[in-house]
């Protein structure tokens, strides 16, 4: 790793400590020190030869850049904590998984990919829809879907005064009461999906992530979670 002076927010962040807002917030309140003195400001710039410590406890050199492709099964909150006592993807990770953030979230009813990263920078890079990266979902709705109902998707919808940009609506199959649908997003909306379908007269009731940008969820199963190669890394972020 460089050792050219960087922003203790981001140093802490790459170290998987938290998100640099975050850190500027843990700042303020007084739970940062460096070299033995607590920190009140998070403007300044810090290398490997600086010693920080937060909450007491003494902070390491940061971690290179970590991807990791994780299948969030139906049931778990996106979160590291939940105020209502539920169970949370953290509950159920490997005991050797190290600190991870998510890019972007998936509801408690909703399955599939979810992107994990060290890096809070990074994470919030890839959530930004400047990114363009396309998520694409596997539908399943009750109801019976036509062209002509979907094709205000496709356009774009405003409800309750939110725009939603176009999505790419592909009809699959129906399958007795139920049909599928193939849809790709690039904003990400609260439960973006969800309110578009009911916005044309479907409901969801059941709604799997399979890709995410780059990234696949190919052929992992609930509760999965697969490093991805540096290599990879590499070429499909220019890290």
Do not use: C
Request: glycine content about 10%.
């Amino acid at each position: 790793m460089s050792d050219e002076p960087q922003r203790i927010a981001k140093y802490l962040a790459r170290a998987g400590v938290a998100s640099r807002r975050e850190i500027e917030r843990m700042i303020a309140i007084g739970q940062i020190s460096l070299n033995g003195k607590i920190l009140d400001t998070p403007a300044i710039k810090v290398t490997t030869a600086d010693v920080i410590e937060v909450n007491g406890k003494q902070i390491g050199e940061a971690e290179k850049v970590r991807f990791w492709r994780y299948y969030k099964p139906i049931g778990l909150v996106t979160t590291d904590r939940d105020e209502k006592g539920r169970d949370t993807i953290y509950d159920h990770f490997p005991e050797n998984m190290p600190r991870v953030m998510t890019v972007g979230r998936l509801d408690i009813n909703s399955e599939g990919l979810l992107l994990l990263t060290n890096d809070g920078g990074l994470k919030r890079k890839l959530e930004l829809p400047a990114t363009g990266w396309l998520r694409r979902y596997r539908v399943r709705v009750n109801g019976n879907p036509t062209e002509e109902m979907v094709a205000p998707l496709r356009q774009g919808i405003v409800i309750d005064r939110e725009r939603f940009k176009g999505m790419e609506v592909r009809l699959d199959r129906q399958q007795g009461s139920n049909a599928w649908l193939t849809i790709g997003i690039r904003e990400g909306k609260n439960r973006e999906i969800r309110r578009a379908m009911e916005y044309v007269g479907l409901r969801v009731n059941r709604l799997i992530r399979t890709s995410y940008g780059p990234f696949k969820l190919d052929d992992l199963n609930p509760g999965d979670v697969e490093e991805i190669k540096e290599k990879t890394i590499k070429d499909q972020l220019g890290l």
